[in-house]
Structure formats: structure tokens, C-alpha cells
């Protein structure tokens, strides 16, 4: 089973819907037994940075997701979340959670932000993750911020929006997607089942 960590931000519900799609098991928790006991974690997120590390904090999740990241856990950050791995938000200032080293930087002015649609995803390391998705697909995206990694070996993925940033990372048992696999029609959720049977 995989358990959708609640923090009090992110659209828990569209990713629910999408795993029962796939016919995968799936729970929304916050207990730290229920991460515990899961296969897998999806750290969904929607809002700001600092508010999503207060959540966290606040409920000792932070502590949690490091421990079971340590111990190989699959952990899949969608949009907010995939930047919570970072080290640090220029969204307040924000401490993040540190799995990654980098920055999440704001686009610059004179782009529309927040980015709201579909946008192009160029695959940059074909590897089960994407069997089945073309090396360029689009997807959809809701965000005003984007990750800038320090290790440019975990970008598997990414997107033109005025500059080139990291749309997809990955190392190990932990994937980061910007953009939304389950607001993403057939290929999204072809993702979510690669990182299910690949990963999990």
C-alpha cells in the first residue's frame, strides 16, 4: 500500500483517484505507524513552501519521511513536494527538508506566474520510470517556483519556461515530479504505475 503523507496541503483526492485508476492500494495518513507500515510515500504538496514545512513540522513529519527515506523507502514529491526535498525555497526563506542539495528559485518577472498548463517534459535518461512515455511528452503544471539542483545527475527530466529547470529528478528510491502525473491524462498516470512497479 501506498500512503499519500497529509500535511494539510495538495490535492490528496486527484491522486487517490488516480492509483484506484491503476488498481493500486492507497491511503491518505499522517500517522506516523500507517508511513510505517506503507511499501511506499507520495509527499503530494499545493501552496507554499512555508507554510507545507510548518505542517510538517508540526506534526513530525518532517522527522518521519528522513527516517524512512534512510531506511530505501520509495518516496514519490509531486509539485510542492518534490521542491520540500530541496535545502532551502526562495519562497520566504525557507528551510526545506535537505534530502537533496539545491535551491527552488522563483521564475523571473517577465514569465507569466504562476506557470498554469501543459508544458513540454524532455526525458534526459531513459530508464523504467518512463517505459512507455515518449522522450518528449506534456504534462500539466501549477507553479511559480522550480528546483535548481546542485547534482545535475539526479535531472531525468525537463522543461523550457523562460530558462531550463529540473522538471523530473531521481535517485535511488526517491522521485521528484514538478508537474501533476495525475491531473496528466494516460501518460501521467503511466508514470504513476512505472513508479509503482519500477520503484516500489
Known sequence: MIVIIDYGLGNLASITNALNKLGIKSRISDSPDMIKKA???????????????????????????LREIKEEKPLLGICLGMQLLFEKSEEGEVDCLGIFKGMVRKFKKERKIPQIGWNNVMLTDKQKLFQGVPNTTFFYFVNSYYCQPSDKSIVVGVTEYGERFASVIRKGNIVGMQFHPEKSG????????????AIC
Not at 507554499?48 to 518521519?64: T, Y
Open 39 to 65: 511499501k511506499a510515500l507520495i509527499l503530494p504538496g499545493v501552496g507554499a513552501a512555508g507554510e507545507g514545512m510548518r505542517n510538517l513540522k508540526k506534526k513530525g513529519l518532517d522527522k518521519i519521511i
Open 186 to 197: 494516460d501518460l501521467g498516470l503511466q508514470l504513476l504505475k512505472n513508479f509503482n512497479e
